[in-house]
């Protein structure tokens, strides 16, 4: 055969698997379009992959908020315990709908249940209750946790999941109302918004760049008093041209026989757009995005009360970020930690626990929807958050590996990851940024935000709100492109309604071109090529913005207009009532200095086990936490103690060591006097200390000590006891 003919082959069989790739893309085009209208008709109920019932509806509350708590019902088969820690998983209002957190079997509710856990699930509707504020809803988000708490009194506190925006709604809630949260996780939540690398995260210059709140004030009017959350899409969509514009589209078209699922699954959750009210989005705007007031400690609810500190929060906290999110880059999901103590020694006497996990390259609705994110990192934060609950206080970072066969103990692990902490100091966190002078133009925006939101307020509105009607406002919303590619590629467009007849009888003789085909590899060539060149626009686009925006905040005129060139006028970090948090640290010390030698078994194990893993901040593994569970449970069930108590044992004996550690270590024979105690405690540390392998000569020397302060041994000639 000669050259030409098997070119002519070549194309022939191209021609023919191109047109019914076309015609199989738009029909499911089409099927995206009925699936946004059905939708739409359908009220927008929840994505979820789950049953669920209602349980408390917060738009029947005294301040109406238009969330609900929903009880997820396992699957058959399916067991749960009611005893276990509930968790809560609450999706971020952030201009789509909610069900991300539970729209697919490996999810954030998906292994909440596997692990036999109760879950519940924080939904909300399209529309907001008439003049409803963040506040009004995080009084129903309390009343949620209440309720949880009521349902499940046996149980620890329950665990709140906050996606994105939600992560810092829950940091709020838990820093506002303590004493009825549990453990939160904050998933791609940016609680520091001015932070980033320079040359990257382009998406914190937006407000900067569009002259602050006004925009979003103009959105609202126009909305009749109500933002469309299709703005906030169109956002994230234009951070990453390439993908928006192309590349979803043609991975679509080239893999139509078998995308055609995973497209649509995650369509329907893309296109459902939700709305806020006027005064949510400018608190949003203003207190996060162009403020960043949560971090600085300048949040205070309009009814009264303290200001919201986050270091009131008093269960642990777990921060997932990632290198590869550039919505919520790592320094935005963590360099609060910074604003917030100057030490991690700062962290450990306050009480806290805060634990953060990197990721290496998952995108931001990745750490959400991700299959391979949620069977590694979900999965590992939900299967061991017992063991975050009763690390001691202090800066963590979690680090999830893959279990090796000749890991010491490895029987212990029931999975195939390992989780281990290690302690990190405050200059670890601000080492994941270039630099923080980059965040002084952002106060300069925060300022400028203001005197364009009043002139404004002052001079325009006033000529737009009169024309502004609920139609105009419908129409408005209908003609978002978000919307409007929805509905014309439905069958509510008569020019689609062939295509279905036309898909079925394609799909029944479908011949799809051979892979090496040069016809097909050529097309491919040529989206890459599109895919580089949006790429390089992109690129060229976000250097554009940052060098605008730092000639525009960075300019002395600018600064000086705004009165950030007079003396002293720039941001000083507050501390609220450090000077009292100092107080009652103190007091505090000075009451447990007398309790050293109180106690029993628990506090003289915890004790022991602190002592020796302090020494050289030995990291300290998912094997310690493992090797304390198989002892518990060898214990009959009249000496078990639950994980709140062990967490509050922990805590205790973690400041008696800080007060005196020589005392505390002395003090162990009067925690267990009799010989049969100090031989069980005494084992079980060495146990629990040689779970991950041998102990460090130093750890080895400290366990000796302990040894021998409990008198289970001659003291050799010349040994030291002292601590």
Request: proline share 6%; net charge negative.
């Amino acid at each position: 055969m000669t050259i030409s003919t098997e070119l002519f082959k070549d194309w022939a069989e191209y021609v023919t698997d191109s047109a019914q790739r076309s015609v199989l893309f738009w029909d499911v085009l089409r099927k995206r379009g009925n699936i946004a209208v059905e939708h739409f008709e359908q009220g927008k109920p929840p994505l979820l992959a789950f049953e669920h019932e209602m349980v408390l509806d917060g738009r029947t509350l005294d301040r109406p908020a238009n969330y609900a708590l929903l009880r997820i019902l396992p699957r058959p088969g399916q067991r749960i315990d009611p005893a276990k820690r509930p968790f809560i998983v609450v999706d971020p209002r952030a201009g789509h709908g909610p069900g991300i957190g539970g729209f697919k079997e490996d999810s954030e509710v998906g292994f909440a249940l596997r692990f036999g856990h109760p879950c519940y699930f924080v939904t909300f509707f399209p529309e907001p209750e008439p003049g409803q504020t963040l506040e009004d809803v995080a009084r129903a988000e309390a009343l949620f946790v209440e309720k949880v708490r009521e349902l499940h009194p046996d149980s620890d506190k329950p665990c709140i999941y906050g996606n994105c925006q939600a992560g810092w709604a829950v940091a709020i809630l838990s820093a506002a109302r303590p004493e009825i949260m549990g453990p939160i996780i904050l998933a791609g939540a940016p609680l520091s918004y001015w932070a980033g690398v320079e040359g990257s995260n382009p998406m914190r210059y937006t407000g900067g760049l569009t002259g602050g709140s006004w925009a979003a004030l103009l959105a609202s009017d126009l909305g009749n008093g109500r933002f469309d959350g299709a703005n906030l899409v169109r956002n994230f969509e234009n951070l990453n041209p390439a993908n928006t514009y192309w590349s979803k589209y043609y991975n679509l078209y080239s893999r139509i026989d078998t995308e055609e699922e995973r497209f649509l699954e995650f369509e329907r959750w893309w296109g459902g757009i939700f709305l806020m009210n006027e005064e949510e989005i400018l608190a949003i705007v203003n207190g996060l995005f162009i403020g960043n007031k949560l971090a600085r400690g300048e949040i205070v609810p309009s009814q009264g009360g303290k200001t919201i500190d986050l270091r009131n929060i008093r269960s642990p906290i777990v921060i997932f970020a990632s290198w590869g999110d550039n919505i919520t880059p790592p320094q935005q999901a963590l360099n609060w930690i910074a604003d917030v103590y100057d030490s991690a020694e700062e962290i450990r006497i306050n009480e806290q626990v805060i634990v953060y996990t990197l990721h290496e390259d998952v995108g931001h609705l990745g750490i959400f929807v991700s299959a391979r994110v949620a069977q590694k990192h979900t999965s590992e934060f939900i299967g061991g958050l017992d063991f975050i609950d009763i690390l001691p206080p202090g800066l963590y970072e979690l680090i999830i590996d893959d279990k090796r066969p000749d890991l010491p103990n490895a029987d212990l692990i029931p999975d195939r990851y390992v989780m281990r902490f290690e302690a990190r100091e405050i200059a670890d966190i601000l080492k994941l940024d270039d630099t923080r002078e980059d965040e002084l133009r952002f106060e300069t925006v925060a300022r400028v935000s203001q005197v364009n939101e009043s002139l404004y307020e002052t001079f325009a509105r006033p000529w737009i709100t009169p024309f502004v009607t609920e139609a105009s406002a419908r129409w408005l919303r209908l003609m978002h492109p978000a919307r409007l590619e929805r509905l014309t590629a439905s069958d509510h467009n008569p020019f689609m309604r062939p295509l279905e007849p036309l898909a079925e009888a394609v799909r029944r003789d479908r011949r799809p071109a051979s892979p090496d085909n040069p016809f097909v590899q050529a097309e491919r060539r040529m989206s890459d090529g599109i895919v580089e060149a949006l790429e390089e626009y992109r690129k060229s686009r976000d250097l554009a913005y940052e060098r605008l925006f730092k000639a525009i905040y960075g300019a002395p005129l600018v600064e000086a207009a705004v009165g950030l060139r007079a003396e002293g006028a720039r941001h000083v970090r507050r501390r609220g009532d450090a000077a009292l948090r100092a107080e009652l640290a103190k007091a505090r010390l000075a009451l447990l200095a007398t309790r050293i030698e109180e106690g029993g078994r628990l506090e003289a194990l915890m004790r022991a086990l602190i002592y020796v893993f302090r020494e050289d901040r030995r990291m300290v593994d998912e094997r310690t936490f493992r090797m304390m569970e198989r002892i518990r449970d060898e214990r009959p069930d009249a000496e078990r103690v639950s994980v709140a108590q062990v967490k509050d044992c922990v805590r205790v004996q973690a400041a008696i060591l800080q007060i005196d550690e020589e005392r505390a270590i002395r003090a162990l024979p009067s925690l267990v006097p009799d010989r049969e105690g100090r031989e069980r405690v005494l084992d079980a540390v060495r146990r629990i200390s040689r779970a991950q392998g041998a102990l460090s000569a130093k750890a080895e020397a400290r366990l000796d000590q302990i040894q021998a302060v409990l008198g289970l041994e001659e003291r050799k000639p010349g040994r030291a006891v002292t601590a």
